[in-house]
């Protein structure tokens, strides 16, 4: 594969994309650029499926059962997962597992430091949604985030943080401002209104999402994530 392939590639996918979004503003049809049907989940019933699965985690946790070579053959075509996941890279919140072994083709997934919505989250969750059409929405928080944690410093102590780690904690900053001074644990108040916000975030700055929730199409839920027990809880 030479670098010319990649380019080329790389604008037929790009059109691909474009394509596929295009038609599902134009027809309200989701699936345009899945390649085959979306998911017939509801939001509320990937949210169930989610609480279920955590449940099946915390209940009796064990390394993945599922058989990976069957589900990979099953959606190599096509996709149609049922929820959007935007969780922290930290690499003891994975979500396939914390939500009980969910298996290839199931989770649509984002990951950054401190779980916020960037330019390159968002885009992605619009895809999810528009073009793939996923019901559900999750940002989620997780205990003793070191993103989270960081920004408290900023806030509390004037921290600075080398190379791209000060800016990328920017966005953090207004949750850690609002918590700070409450009741119970800065740090953790702070998780949860990021959490929050940033949920609020995603509707608010897209207006592919906004259609789509107004629609009753698709919700978006915050959630923390507890590292020592392994639950999974939601807000409002
Ligand atoms: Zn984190």
Redesign the pocket.
Known sequence: MCIACDVKLGRRAFLRLGAGLAAAASLGGVAAAAGGPATTLTADQALAKLKEGNQRYVSSPQACAADLAKARAGVAQHQAPWATILS?A?SRVPPELIFGGQNVGELFVARN??NMADTATLGTIEYGAAALGVPLIVVLG?ER????AAACEVVEKGARFPGSIGPMLEPIIPAALAAKGKPGDFVDNAIRENAIRTASRIVSASAIVADLVAKGKVKVVAGRYDLDDGRVEFFG
């Open positions: 922290c930290d430091a401190g997780h985030c070191g993103a989270v």
